[in-house]
């Protein structure tokens, strides 16, 4: 037990401190932890949207309703690999990137700002971008690819619920990478050059040298780094959303659920809380497996 | 590190390089070229066609597009208005004018409806966090490192788990039955969002502020709290400035929430819901869906490299949500 001041002014202080904190907690307790508590809630209703009809308790019928859903579990398992498929891909091109990028070269300032541009600019505008190189026929992109026999020409690959996937999997690590390196160079830049003044005297070469002394020193910024952007990219909606619907991941089926067609708010409810249950498991795994904390 | 290279080696680096940056700019090269095309040449496949500023010209309503042009019936009843009574007169062009701000392609209102919000959310939840962060970066009370930890956690709760619970509230209040309510309400929402980066950079930062420069000013006759504005403000204002850049970056580009709020009121469309929305409709023209795209893109994109330097520094710092 800490020991706290006492004294009048110190009294003070301390209420001082409570009521400059106080906007920031009333806000996110009603406006977060509410809220999550009330999804949990509604998870067990049949959610009216006539505020002059009760909701009507209905146990645990919208559990049972979803885990008998083939779409449910369809949009669950794509999720799980759109998570694993970005995650390592950013992990993997950041990495790759921020190696390159810890190196003097000529045009370095200029080629950093540039890389940034993905992450930076606003989603809405990238994904124009990419549904225009991705057209069918017209599309650069996809001439290019069909020059190289890489596709059929005519598949609109953004728009077909097989492989739709792919694509907000390819975009959303084109778009994330920036983030991973800036963490990563970041990190890079401050091991200290002796280590590897030290393993050069012991005669390692560039491989060695990555595995034994680069690698280790970022095992920590490497974990927590692919911790965020798991979360992130499990709970992933607008980047998917916007360039197809067609993705078919869990967050775009609890937004159709609740929002489109006849909405089903309940059942909405009861996935998201599914989803926050498997990312509370999903990350208590990791953190005591990876991040050994 | 003094090491002779091959000049095969330094020749397959840039080669390397030059590859990341096509990676990374081949979409911004075809919606910077197609933006600049007329109608008919946006889908043809040369990198070049014939240049024209005739998109954006349209876009800031500098140019009607030929959409906007009267057709011949309102020309008629234009023609028609000038022999008409004065009273009579305003009220057949008022008609007129209507039925063609209907046919308008209403970027402009986007835009000012996206800078409306994102600009007023950020500031707000600047002028919450500073305050916040003040508090758990400088004063020592019970419970500080609970709030401290509670404000990360918030972290596990992305929009997908709160757009339902959210909305219901909302709606259970009358925020969603009338467009300035559901305006506010998403004001209140992306406030929320920006909240907990807001409050880590600027925790961060004003962890690296001497005290002792607050506490000259509190003996000169300063309190506690005017020592924030007059001391800690002016002295963190590039960490603010970054994270108002911030703050600013994350309303700009949100979605769920706008989607789900404002889909009734057409009027009221942040850029993000307005152009997917048109993307899906008669407007759905390439070269103006590519040079709206870049008009949404520049602003941000030209406060990101201006301030480059430190809002790399403050991502890096830790402090980053999406």
Known sequence: ?293 | MVRKRSVWKTASFYTLVGLLVIFVFYPFAWMLTISFRYNIDALKSGFFQKFTLNQYEELFGLKQSIRQKLSDEQKELYNLAQTLPKSQREAVLKKIYKEQRKSQFPFLTYFKNSLFLAGLAAFLSLIVSILGAYSFSRIRYPGRGTIQRGVLLVYLFGGTILMVPLYQIFAKIGMTSNPNLAMLSLLIIYMLQTLPVSLYMLGNYFRTIPYSIEEAAIIDGCTRVGAIWRIVVPLSLPAIVTVYIYAFMIGWNEYLFASIFIRPFPGYYTLPVGLSELFNSQHAIWAKMMAASVITAVPVVVLFMAMEKYLTAGFTAGGVKE
């Open chain 1, 1 to 293: 037990m800490k020991s706290y001041p006492v004294g009048t002014l110190e009294r003070k202080t301390v209420i001082l401190g409570w009521k400059l904190i106080a906007p920031t907690v009333i806000i996110i307790s009603l406006l977060i932890l509410y809220p999550a508590v009330y999804n949990i809630y509604l998870s067990f209703f049949k959610v009216s949207l006539n505020p002059a009809i009760p909701n009507q308790f209905v146990g645990l019928k919208n559990y049972f309703g979803i885990l008998s859903d083939p779409a449910f579990w369809r949009s669950f398992w794509v999720t799980i690999a759109f998570t694993l498929i970005t995650v390592i891909g950013s992990m993997l091109l950041g990495l790759g990137v921020a190696i390159m990028m810890n190196r003097n070269f000529y045009g370095r300032s200029a080629v950093r700002a540039l890389i940034l541009l993905p992450y930076v600019t606003p989603l809405i505008s990238s994904v124009f971008a990419w549904k225009y190189i991705f057209l069918p026929l017209n599309g650069p992109l996809v001439q290019f690819l069909a020059s190289l026999h890489l596709m059929n020409p005519g598949t609109d690959i953004i728009n077909n619920p097989n492989n739709a996937f792919i694509v907000v999997s390819f975009f959303n690590i084109w778009r994330n990478f920036p983030f991973v390196y800036l963490m990563i160079l970041a990190k890079l830049q401050s091991i200290p050059s002796s280590l590897y003044e030290a393993a050069e005297m012991d005669g390692a070469n560039w491989w060695r040298k990555f595995m034994s002394v680069t690698l280790p020193e970022l095992y920590f910024v490497i974990a927590s780094v692919a911790l965020l952007r798991g979360i992130w990219n499990f709970y992933k909606f607008d980047e998917v959303y916007l360039l197809s619907k067609f993705a078919g991941t869990l967050p775009i089926y609890i937004y159709d659920t609740a929002f489109a067609g006849i909405p089903h708010q309940g059942i909405a409810a009861s996935a998201a809380t599914i989803l926050f249950a498997v990312m509370i498991g999903l990350i208590t795994v990791y953190v005591k497996r990876v991040l050994k904390w």
